[in-house]
């Protein structure tokens, strides 16, 4: 037996990703970051947070270049990882050569999970669990032996309450930092009890937060959670790593600043809920309220995807109609939060 001491230092250190029984250090490798910069350091990135310590990377195959230079980067190291992707595709056909595609760049035979990516609403979710769709395709593969075990990431606590109470997925991906701590009293809770593994995303709420040590105190002192916080550089990395393995108990200065920061962003940080759709114009307004850190994140190779050209030259056409005001439970400017942060593209997006 561990001391009571030792067990509760391990607990904040380790979690277990519920019924999936991967055990693993709750400090992981988020693999968004290394898309912007080159291969080299890229590779050097991950290699180093796995010498660390680091047991647990997820990616996607939206990250561009990032699949790649993870399984560059793992094959330099016989350490274990326990490595996760995920897809957008919302067909059998289409997951199946994500999946293959996944397995062929990061030079595995094999993934531990393997998550439907960024499901939006409940038409995408029950896309995904229908007869002979993705969710079955994925119980195929793990079948097979292509993967351990299947997971889902959305960024509505909603359609998450949903999912968790169907209990058809083993891990929940869920946005969580102290702009966006409403998981904490619901969701988290719920997938802790239901033994559901779970994954917070955006600890810094998508490089909102200008403090990574606070946010990485806040989000850490909430346990049952595995954080994956991407960095680019080994000395982001080691930044992180020594708040990891330390005390996440915040004095009373932190929680000031915590409370200064939140009344900063109050009337302006879209918190992701999509209440205020649908748009009348078809604009996608929580993407163009977040476009900011979006670009920060994926850097400015982001703008030349399709799909964001197309939300940025809806943005344009905005009329005004007040209608997602209304619905936003924020109360957030929606409007002239669009014709803000259009403007400021237009200027070439000189704070990135």
């Known amino acids: ?107 595995k035979d094999y993934l531990d999970l393997y998550q439907c990516h960024f499901v939006k609403n409940d038409t995408e979710y029950e896309q995904i669990i229908s007869s002979r769709g993705v969710l079955e395709e994925l119980i195929k593969a793990k079948e097979e032996g292509l993967i351990g075990h299947i997971g889902i990431t959305t960024h509505s606590l909603d359609l998450l309450d949903r999912v968790l109470d169907d209990g058809l997925f083993e891990t929940i991906m869920v946005c969580f930092s102290f702009l966006e701590p409403a998981a904490r009293e619901k969701i988290i809770p719920k997938a802790i ?77 879209c918190r992701r809920c999509d209440y205020c759709q649908p748009c009348s114009e078809d604009i996608p307004i929580q993407m163009i309220l977040g476009i900011r850190s979006a670009l920060k994140r994926f850097g400015k190779a982001f703008l030349e995807k399709d799909w964001i050209k197309d939300a940025i030259e809806k943005s344009r056409h905005c009329t ?18 669009i014709k803000e942060n259009i403007r400021w593209l237009d200027e070439g997006g000189k704070s990135t």
Request: hydrophobic fraction near 35%.
């Open 1 to 107: 037996m561990l001391p009571e001491a030792l067990e509760e230092e391990q607990d904040m250190k380790q979690v277990t990703l519920g019924k999936t029984g991967l055990r693993i250090t709750r400090l992981g490798f988020g693999g968004i970051p290394i898309q912007r910069v080159d291969e080299r350091q890229a590779v050097e990135a991950v290699g180093h947070a796995v010498a660390s310590g680091v047991d647990f990377i997820d990616t996607s195959r939206a990250y561009t270049t990032s699949e790649h230079r993870i399984g560059l980067a793992l094959k330099q190291t016989d350490k274990r990882v326990v490595l996760a992707s995920k897809s957008v595709s919302r067909t059998a056909t289409g997951i199946r050569k994500d999946l293959e595609t996944s397995l062929r760049e990061l030079q």
């Open 193 to 269: 009890e239901k033994d559901v593994g779970i994954i917070a995303m955006k600890p810094f709420s998508g490089g909102i937060i200008d403090n990574p040590g606070l946010a990485l105190k806040y989000v850490l002192s909430q346990k049952g959670i595995a954080i994956i916080p991407g960095v680019e550089h080994p000395d982001i990395f080691d930044d992180n790593w020594e708040i990891f393995q330390g005390s996440y108990e915040l004095d009373d200065k932190e929680k000031r600043e915590i409370e200064e920061i939140r009344k900063r962003y109050e009337k302006t940080f």
């Open 320 to 337: 005004e109609c007040g209608e997602c005001l209304a619905r936003c439970p924020y109360e957030l400017p929606i409007p002239d939060l």
